[in-house]
């Protein structure tokens, strides 16, 4: 399974961004998808994931209320849509395909990783 991210770029503070993660093909399995990120310097942090049936999301403490998880499953795609974006939340944002159909914010229970995108948040 290959993973795509696009919609990375330069935003200034307060801007949005909606990221997508296309799946090369369906894993096989009913799967949770998950984002994380990171940033210069600093470990790779939970942002997001959301189940198979997209019945439950979670979401880092620093971008809840910000940032939302979305999933088509008819086109092996998932979302997340950044909105009231800070400096801080510049890094590069990756997708992962978790082992279960329940995601989870450890790192070590995702099967498959995207390359990443680029988000800058600067004015």
């Known amino acids: 399974v290959q993973l795509q991210a696009s919609g990375g770029g330069l935003v200034q503070p307060g801007g949005s961004l909606r990221l997508s993660c296309a799946a090369s093909r369906r894993t096989g399995s009913n799967n949770a998808m998950g984002w994380f990120r990171q940033a210069p310097g600093k470990e790779r942090e939970f942002v997001a994931h959301i189940s198979w049936r997209g019945t439950t999301r979670d979401y880092g403490e620093s971008v809840k209320g910000r940032f939302t998880i979305s999933r088509d499953n008819d086109k092996d795609t998932v979302y997340l849509h950044l909105n009231s974006l800070k400096p801080e939340d510049t890094a590069i944002y990756y997708c992962?395909?978790?082992?279960?159909?329940?995601?989870?914010?450890?790192?070590?229970?995702?099967?498959?990783w995207g390359q990443g995108t680029q988000v800058t948040v600067s004015s």
């Open positions: 992962a395909v978790h082992r279960r159909p329940l995601g989870s914010r450890w790192s070590k229970d995702y099967a498959y």
